[in-house]
């Protein structure tokens, strides 16, 4: 949808009259935090509940720790800093209708990052990777089962949905490529911030609205993505 036009989001909240709203759109930063405060305002006067899925890096200006939804947010990106702006927005304008969704980097077995993962196993190009860097991450079938749960069950307020543990992503690459193909893989090793301290990266929680059974740890994360993908290398 054209974010820019007004009259098409009013069009559709009168035509659907949706119960929720989940949104994860991307774009330009400015029309983005435009187009929430808009949504945000016809939503005002409505009972719909309005899911906005934020992000790590809402907190990638500290990072000398893993964040929890009670710590306060700061970022020094600029994608970072327009999630921050929108979470305050939508919940100043709709309380506590609105539910902020936090999420780290997400993989699938057809997510842009997988695929050129993939693309470069094919190609023998090397992987880039930081080794100094410790990250959550979550497969997007797994984000959908513990959004449904979210949903369902109406559990409002900031929410992180993200694996139950961490990695150094170089970690990471080099034992997914193990499950993926058996040729060797050149990973070319990056410290982040150009310095050879740990920087952490990753999303901790302290609600306990989830159950266990939608928990998920690294190493499930990688045998989903290798699992049926080894046949198409």
Known sequence: MNIQNSEVLKRILNTVEPDIVISCL?????????????????????????YFLSTTNVFDG?????HSETDKPVSKSEYGQYKINCEIM????????????RIPGIWGKNSPRFNALLKNLETNEPIQAYRNLECSFLTDVHLAQQLHFVLKNEVRGTIHLSSEDKIIEAQFYEELIKKLTTNEIKVQYNHYQD?????????????????KTLNIKINEIINYLAKKTVDQI
């Open 26 to 50: 991307h774009g330009d930063f400015e029309q983005l935090l435009e187009f929430h405060r808009l949504l945000a305002v016809e939503l005002e006067n409505r009972s719909s509940l309005l």
């Open 62 to 66: 500290d990072l000398s720790r893993h």
């Open 90 to 101: 939508l919940q100043d304008l709709l309380k506590e209708r609105a539910i902020i969704i």
């Open 195 to 211: 310095k050879e301290k740990l920087y952490l990266f990753g999303l901790d929680s302290i609600r306990n609205e989830l159950p």
